[in-house]
T-cell receptor
Framework: GENVEQHPSTLSVQEGDSAVIKCTYSDSASNYFPWYKQELGKRPQLIIDIRSNVGEKKDQRIAVTLNKTAKHFSLHITETQPEDSAVYFCAAYTGFQKLVFGTGTRLLVSP | DVKVTQSSRYLVKRTGEKVFLECVQDMDHENMFWYRQDPGLGLRLIYFSYDVKMKEKGDIPEGYSVSREKKERFSLILESASTNQTSMYLC?????????????FGEGSRLTVL
């Protein structure tokens, strides 16, 4: 089955710096890759997603890139702010309603 | 605004007890999911349902069962709770398939089994 690896598990940056979180997947048939953000004590929420026919997608300070050949995708956050501090999960859609999530990255943005 | 409500935020149960976790969504979503969240392991799918009375096993169904008698309600059942089922349980729903629709999560139910 699909396996999604996510790195790093913890990431600390200074406010204003950029942050990059990387995920790799194993199933070349996966075609949809969402990213969820979970603030402390709150529910995960979708922040951006990308489909396999697109190489990059941006939404203000966040962007996601996809390399289908290498089977990896990344989340980029620019000009980080303290409110970006959260756990971020990547996921890959493997078919038949199933999303496989990565293990999560705890991002800490220090003022 | 989509709302997914889980009946209990915190539960403490004893080993061997039967546990019911209830989830209700108010947006007429076809799909509903139960995930388990553990530190370092991410979100793992236990069961999902794409229609009333339909259910499919996820990646870690052992020790769990589910029930979906009504479209808006999806229940997770632990027939005989064990300490290794101590975890955060997240319910989610989506309008379309997981590849085309956003997952809307509940706030989670933290279960402790003593």
């Amino acid at each position: 089955g699909e396996n999604v690896e996510q790195h790093p598990s913890t990431l600390s940056v200074q406010e204003g710096d950029s942050a990059v979180i990387k995920c790799t997947y194993s199933d070349s048939a996966s075609n949809y890759f969402p990213w969820y953000k979970q603030e402390l004590g709150k529910r995960p929420q979708l922040i951006i997603d990308i489909r396999s026919n697109v190489g990059e997608k941006k939404d203000q300070r966040i962007a996601v890139t996809l390399n289908k050949t290498a089977k990896h995708f990344s989340l980029h956050i620019t000009e980080t702010q303290p409110e970006d501090s959260a756990v971020y999960f990547c996921a890959a859609y493997t078919g038949f309603q199933k999303l496989v999530f990565g293990t999560g990255t705890r991002l800490l943005v220090s003022p | 605004d989509v709302k997914v409500t889980q009946s209990s935020r915190y539960l403490v149960k004893r080993t061997g007890e039967k546990v019911f976790l209830e989830c209700v969504q108010d947006m007429d979503h076809e799909n509903m999911f139960w995930y388990r969240q553990d530190p370092g392991l991410g979100l793992r799918l236990i069961y999902f349902s794409y229609d009333v009375k339909m259910k499919e096993k996820g990646d870690i169904p052992e020790g769990y069962s589910v029930s979906r008698e009504k479209k808006e309600r999806f229940s997770l059942i632990l027939e005989s709770a064990s300490t290794n089922q101590t975890s955060m349980y997240l319910c989610a729903s989506s309008f379309q398939g997981a590849d085309t629709g956003e997952l809307f999560f509940g706030e989670g139910s933290r279960l402790t089994v003593l």
